[in-house]
Structure formats: C-alpha cells, structure tokens
C-alpha cells in the first residue's frame, strides 16, 4: 500500500527561471492548498493511508491556471472560487467522480 492512496498538487505558480511564460499570483494557489486541505480535514480523509495536499512549484501548465492535480488520477483541475474547490473535494476526493466542467485536457 502506499503512503498515501491519493496526492493533490496546488500550483503556488512559483518558478525560479526567467521563463516568458504567464504566471498568476502565488497567493491564489497558496490559499487553494488551504480550502483544500481544510475541506479533507473535515471529510476525514486527510493523512496517511488517505489523500494528501501539498502546495506546487510551477506545474508547466501557466497558462491553464489557476489549476491543481490529482494523482495518481492525473486529472488536471483548473478552478476560479472557493466553491469550485469545495466541489472538487467533494465530489472527486470524497465521491471519486470527476467534476467534469472544472476538468483540463491532459
């Protein structure tokens, strides 16, 4: 088993290049890996043997942002409220479906 069933990846859009591409602002993603988390910790499903949310470095996907990723799903999220979030918790990390009309083209 692994230390973790599930991992989710909130890009905090930090990046130490000088790279051209768009990036939004930190603290967006950095308040996402909070509602995140805070929605599993109240669903109990937060911690080892469970689902596990760390904020990201630049995730290459800049301009699809804001996003987050669920592994080992691969499924890529891109969100604009709280409530977006709280759906993704609830309906994917709870419910195990997809929320299809926040869902990214891999």
Known sequence: MAYFER???VCTNARNDDS??????HNV???????????????????EGKIRVSQSGCLG???DGPLLVIYPE?????YHSDEDLKQIVAEDLVAG??????LLDK
């Open 7 to 9: 991992h989710v990846f």
């Open 20 to 25: 051209r591409k768009p990036c939004g602002d």
């Open 29 to 47: 993603g950095k308040h996402a890996a909070g509602v995140v988390k805070n929605e599993c910790l109240k669903a109990h499903i937060h911690g």
């Open 61 to 63: 996907r800049c301009e």
């Open 74 to 78: 691969a499924r890529w999220y891109n």
């Open 97 to 102: 479906r997809p929320v299809e009309h926040l």
